[in-house]
């Protein structure tokens, strides 16, 4: 057990949709990175915060935005949900905002129809 | 931004000591080296992180040539649960883009 919580574990929607994913990171933990893993992309870095403030950006849609609360909880939108947003959104956390070691949470598993 | 190259799958035996090359021509001076595991349906869990020369830790060692362009995860007498895909990772010790690539796909078998 890593720590770090994510919720809902699984998820099944339509196309079109708008979810959200929810992130705690583990005690003491600032930053808060997101991550999609599917199956023909391997693992992608999507977006870090780092106490309450973006820090780093990576292939994250226009579709898709994050932020991370004052209690350091972070949440994942996805909106105008397609078939291929369908995947595994990881979330991980770590003490400070380099990127040092990361520690993940078990995933949410997103299945669009 | 750093780019890694490593195999795309290994098989090894129980009780062999495995090495996993990764290639990383375009490292900057500040960046680190960093390995992590995954297991399927997990989340990626961090092995071990260098900078230079040689690291060692209770599960793996990493090895560091001087100039730095690649990096070598040693796994000393694996075991079948160390089936998993191994990932290498160039990451400034500042915020950046993270980028994990496609791993090594490591096999072991009885």
């Known amino acids: 057990d890593s720590g770090v919580t994510q919720t809902p574990k699984h998820l099944i929607t339509a196309t079109g949709q708008r979810v959200t994913l929810r992130c705690s990171p583990r005690?003491?933990?600032?930053?808060v990175y997101w991550y999609q893993q599917s199956l023909d992309q391997g693992l992608q870095f999507l977006i870090q915060y780092y106490n309450g403030e973006e820090r780093a950006k990576g292939n994250i849609l226009e579709r898709f935005s994050a932020q991370q609360f004052p209690d350091l909880h972070s949440e994942l939108n996805l909106s105008s949900l397609e078939l291929g947003d369908s995947a595994l959104y990881f979330c991980a956390s770590s003490v400070a905002g380099d990127h040092n070691e990361q520690f993940f949470g078990p995933g949410t598993r997103l299945t669009v129809l | 931004l750093a780019k890694t190259t490593q195999p795309i799958s290994m098989d090894s035996y129980e009780g062999q000591e495995v090495n996993i090359t990764c290639s990383h021509n375009?490292?900057?001076?500040?960046?680190?080296i960093t390995w992590y595991q995954q297991f399927p349906s997990q989340g990626p869990r961090f092995i071990i992180q260098g900078y230079k020369t040689k690291v060692t830790n209770e599960v793996a060692s990493l090895f560091i040539p001087a100039d730095r362009k690649s990096s070598t995860l040693s796994l000393p007498r694996v075991s079948l649960s160390d089936t998993a895909v191994y990932y290498c990772l160039v990451v400034m010790n500042r915020d950046d883009k993270i980028i994990f690539g496609k791993g090594t796909r490591l096999h072991i078998l009885p």
């Open positions: 375009n490292i900057a001076t500040n960046d680190y």
């Open positions: 005690s003491g933990d600032l930053s």
